[in-house]
């Protein structure tokens, strides 16, 4: 039950925050939505912990302004390669290891690296992500363990 409502709020309040809605028949169909959601989420049987984790919230707001400011720094690096085409580019596919323990962990740790400009996840499994980097310095930003590290210390301690 706990887990139902805290996805029916973390859906309403990302509908809200991204439509900026206030009028009653955008919030009803809004509102609809989020229910809809939630109602085939849990016809699924996907209703757990894994769904809505809510043990990562906390940990969350100081995970979301770090990654924010990753994405800030790695958009700037591929402006300046955009800018400056004469600059060599070495584009490579690398090999991580991933140290989450859940699945939820392991794909919040593979759309950071995608969220963040000059990367890409290409394939996740349990033990690694393979990430396609546009250079040298976007496969060492993955290689360095930094992200993984922060993304684990999301998951809750057991």
Known sequence: MKHGIALTAALAAAWFLWSGHTE???????????????????????LDGEVAPLEFLPRALTYLPWLLLQIV?????????????????????????TGQRTEIGRVIYANSITLTPGTVSIELNDEEVVVHALDRRFADGVLDGTMDARVTALEPTE
């Open 73 to 97: 720094r790695s958009n700037l690096q591929v402006a300046a390669i955009i800018l400056h085409p004469s600059r060599p580019i070495a584009p490579r596919i690398i090999r991580q290891r």
């Open 24 to 46: 009653p028949l955008i919030l009803g169909l809004g509102g609809l939505s989020v229910a809809l959601v939630v109602w085939l989420v849990d016809r699924m049987g996907r």
